[in-house]
């Protein structure tokens, strides 16, 4: 039992460049969350889904996609990435919205 | 916007002593609030979960919320130095800026 796995663990990235954050996660979680956490910043929220099938904004959404593969996967897509999106990214998922959250190991990403 | 606020800190208190942690929050709507704790360059664990009016304990640990006041406080008892870390508060899914916590020996 893994628990909430994400990929990669550390990423550089030059401006424009476009990739994908996989999350996953074990625990047969309705709902999962992608934050982004800076200094002095606490964790805000980018997107969330409530449950497979659906995606809402959250807080910080503009310049990120994200993909509910399935029950298992969220994803969370940069296409054009700029240096303000240098941060540390977390997935998270929980049972149902309100529950407690899981968090996976965290992303950290550079932006050049 | 919904708003969840906390001193950021750094809070420190020496060991044996009794660490208190505060949160307000703005949206009336909330029914579920959580404390987790965060080691530096870890990810967020949850320390409590608490979703009524009053308190709740778990070992050194207690939680207590005001619905009235719209505030969510943490009382940790006779800290650790490993208690030392940032501690986040949430209401639902919005989190706080999260207050630092160092205890001395």
């Known amino acids: 039992n893994a628990g909430v796995t994400q990929t990669p663990k550390f990423q550089v990235l030059k401006t424009g460049q476009s990739m994908t954050l996989q999350c996953a996660q074990d625990?047969?979680?309705?709902?999962m969350y992608w934050y982004r956490q800076d200094p002095g910043m606490g964790l805000r929220l980018i997107y969330y889904s409530a449950s497979e099938g659906t995606t809402d904004k959250g807080e910080v959404p503009n310049g990120y996609n994200v993909s509910r593969l399935n029950k298992r996967e969220f994803s969370l897509r940069l296409e054009s990435a700029a240096p303000s999106q240098t941060s540390v990214y977390f997935c998270?998922?929980?049972?149902?919205?309100?529950?407690?959250?899981?968090f996976g190991p965290g992303t950290r990403l550079t932006v050049l | 916007q919904k708003e969840v606020e906390q001193n950021s800190g750094p809070l420190s208190v020496p060991e044996g002593a009794i660490a208190s942690l505060n949160c307000t929050y703005s949206?009336?709507?909330?029914?579920?609030f959580f404390w987790y704790r965060q080691y530096s360059g870890k990810s967020p664990e949850l320390i409590m979960s608490i979703y009524s009016n009053g308190d709740k304990e778990d070992g050194r640990f207690t939680a207590q919320l005001n619905k009235a006041s719209q505030y969510v406080s943490l009382l940790i008892r006779d800290s650790q130095p490993s208690d030392s870390a940032t501690y986040l508060c949430?209401?639902?899914?919005?989190f706080g800026t999260g207050t630092r916590l160092q205890v001395f020996p």
């Open positions: 625990m047969n979680h309705n709902s």
């Open positions: 998270a998922s929980s049972f149902a919205r309100g529950d407690t959250q899981y």
């Open positions: 949430a209401g639902g899914r919005i």
């Open positions: 949206d009336r709507g909330s029914q579920s």
